[in-house]
């Protein structure tokens, strides 16, 4: 969210400061409920950033301009998901229609992370779908000559679509995730791959990209096929930047923020972008869309590592600590290797003595 504050030097002083910036990654959603409340149409959508003065520009180099009031209007909004509340019952329903498998077995695993109580809190779909009623807004003004302004036929209906595909794409990107990090719980529950083993795990992940790739097929546009296909890939290219990351490169933000954008961001950024498109947008909305997405996935993740920290395994549903356990080097740990450059010499080692996680924080 407010990433000038993220960027500030992670000592133990800065890591109060962010905590008191931004209590969880669902507080970013506030951003979108911007999108949904304030606006009468795209145009000023989008205005917001002269209007408020912010800047949609990536994390690595630029800062947000936010306005000095804009904190007290982030506390006066409603909470993002009562919004949309209904559709994300709605979509519940849908995803567990959709994952079910013909082998009971794999129906039991595929069905693991919708099922009632563990379906998570829906970031990513509420967030597409406050986006998708910003995009749907009539024009004020007559439109252009040349504009039809009309919407789509069943417009709703397919990014409603491109919610739930977004949603499995994540849910088998953890499943997979777990595998690879040996993980023992996920969403405060025993995770897939502790419960069924990693070869079911990593089928269900499977299972669940392909039901994915059903859903985008059924909506008969090859520009928004070929966004969440991509996505796929960087998944794909972001775990194995981490996983092989060179001695040079763990030092890295831009690398970092590389990983974190194919791992983390293209998923929300490219998926902003398929509302966008499905709407009918302008090229120049739908890029915006696009970096909008891109900046809170970047956010989202910044905090999520702080969280790692600051967090505890109750309140996060998985481990607490997990990244520098697994010799993971995030956000935190490169602002206090700026600070205490002694810290190089306990990533270097991976963190295997006892002593490292009491002497990282």
Not at 219 to 248: I, R, W
Not at 344 to 351: A, H, K, Q, S, Y
Request: hydrophobic residues 40%.
């Amino acid at each position: 969210m407010f990433a000038s504050r993220l960027f500030s030097r992670f000592s133990r002083n800065s890591l109060t400061l962010c905590r008191s910036v931004v209590n969880s990654p669902q507080e970013i959603l506030v951003l979108s409920t911007y999108f949904h409340s304030f606006c009468g149409s795209t145009t000023k959508v989008f205005g917001y950033r002269e209007h408020y003065s912010w800047g949609l520009c990536a994390l690595h180099g630029a800062r947000y301009q936010i306005h000095h009031d804009s904190r007290s209007m982030v506390e006066e909004q409603l909470d993002p998901f009562s919004l949309v509340a209904d559709e994300l019952s709605i979509l519940a329903n849908r995803l567990r229609t959709m994952v079910v498998a013909e082998v009971p077995k794999l129906a039991s695993a595929a069905e693991y992370f919708f099922k009632m109580g563990v379906e998570g809190k829906r970031f990513r779909p509420t967030v597409l779908l406050l986006m998708a009623s910003a995009l749907n807004m009539p024009m004020p003004k007559p439109a252009p000559d040349g504009v039809i302004d009309t919407l789509p036929e069943n417009l709703r209906a397919k990014q409603q679509c491109i919610a739930e595909i977004t949603e499995m794409i994540h849910v088998a990107s953890l499943l997979h995730d777990d595998v690879l990090d040996d993980a023992e719980t996920r969403r405060g529950i025993t995770s897939l791959n502790f419960a069924m083993g990693n070869k079911l795990a990593v089928l269900a992940g499977d299972f669940l990209l392909s039901r994915a790739c059903v859903a985008l097929a059924s909506l008969k546009n090859t520009e928004v096929v070929s966004l969440l296909a991509k996505v796929v890939e960087h998944l794909v290219t972001g775990e194995t930047m981490q996983m092989t990351t060179t001695s040079k490169e763990r030092y890295s933000m831009e690398y970092y923020l590389q990983k974190t954008y194919y791992k983390t961001a293209s998923l929300i950024s490219n998926s902003c972008k398929a509302i966008a498109l499905l709407a009918g947008q302008t090229t120049e909305v739908s890029m915006l869309a696009y970096e909008y997405g891109r900046n809170l996935g970047l956010a989202f993740q910044l905090i999520d590592d702080v969280l790692d920290f600051t967090g505890t395994s109750a309140s996060l549903g998985k481990g607490s600590l997990s990244d520098i356990r697994h010799g993971i080097v995030t956000a935190p740990i490169l602002f206090a290797i700026e600070e205490f450059p002694q810290l190089r010499e306990v990533v270097d080692r991976g963190f295997d003595k006892p002593s490292d996680v009491d002497l990282i924080l």
